[in-house]
């Protein structure tokens, strides 16, 4: 399974990951307002570029990353197009074809956890969740 994007990996101690500056408490209140679950124990952090252009989100609980996103907003539809293109051929190329497709989330699972896609009209993004979530409480 894919578990790794730059520096980052899934289940690594938080103490191990560089370059990461913890939510504010104004995107806190966003994130969550969003419809996010808190989870107990969980921390969130900007981290640094993986892709260039993209933003980095890294999720921790209990002091290891569960969850790695990156992702960017473009308003050139083409452009947008064209990098989902590959970046399904990327994930194809790891994955294998995803298990799930339900334009605009694509899903591959494993047992160490999944990766989704996500894909709408200005937004694309990619979404590495460790399984030792699973074993969390809200």
């Known amino acids: 399974m894919l578990s790794k994007l730059g ?6 101690l938080v103490k191990e ?13 966003i994130h969550y307002a969003s419809g996010s679950v808190k989870l107990k124990g969980e921390k969130i952090y900007h981290g640094e570029e993986v892709f260039k252009g993209w933003k980095t989100t890294i999720g921790v609980v209990n002091g290891k990353v569960y969850k790695i996103c990156v992702d960017i907003v473009l308003e050139n539809s083409k452009e947008l197009d064209d990098l989902f293109s590959k970046i399904m051929s990327w994930l194809k190329n790891e994955m294998g074809n995803p ?18 896609l996500q894909k709408s009209k200005n937004y694309l993004g990619v979404f590495l969740t460790s399984r030792s979530i699973r074993y969390q409480s809200k």
């Open 99 to 116: 298990i799930e497709n339900t334009n605009p989330l694509w899903m591959w699972k494993a047992a160490e956890g999944n990766v989704v």
């Open 17 to 29: 990951a560089k370059e990461l500056k913890e939510f504010n408490f104004i995107e806190y209140s």
């Open 7 to 12: 520096n980052y990996y899934l289940d690594q």
